[in-house]
């Protein structure tokens, strides 16, 4: 079983900044690309970020040049840092890794039990 712990999540003024981070832990896996979603109230989830193992991300389009997504891979964590934040980035925000389990070859997918981000004055 591999767990997810997300944390840095939180309330915000509309231009400010927050780091959030999520630990996979457990063992007998190996992680490949770790993202980032979000979804808000009445919407559906969304991608936000997504990170292969060697480095290489992606951006949704509405968070390119203001949110930056890194790992450890050492440490089995991604991170998060939003900066310009906005009303509309307001969201619970969910950790998601993709890998295999190395002694059977069976991928899965894994989600972190997310955490608040609110950007208000």
């Known amino acids: 079983q591999v767990q997810l712990v997300e944390s840095g999540g939180g309330l915000v003024q509309p231009g400010g900044s927050l780091r959030l981070s999520c630990a996979a832990s457990?063992?007998?896996?190996?992680?490949?690309?770790m993202g980032w979603y979000r979804q808000a109230p009445g919407k559906q989830r969304d991608l936000v970020a997504i990170i292969t193992r060697g480095g290489s991300a992606n951006y949704a389009d509405s968070v390119k040049g203001r949110f930056t997504i890194s790992r450890d891979n050492a440490k089995n964590t991604v991170y998060l840092q939003m900066n310009s934040l906005n009303p509309e980035d307001t969201a619970v925000y969910y950790c998601?890794?993709?890998?295999?389990?190395?002694?059977?070859?069976?991928?899965?997918?894994?989600w972190g039990q997310g955490t608040q981000v609110t950007v208000s004055s």
């Open positions: 998601n890794a993709v890998g295999v389990r190395t002694t059977s070859g069976v991928g899965f997918s894994y």
């Open positions: 457990g063992s007998g896996f190996s992680i490949g690309a």
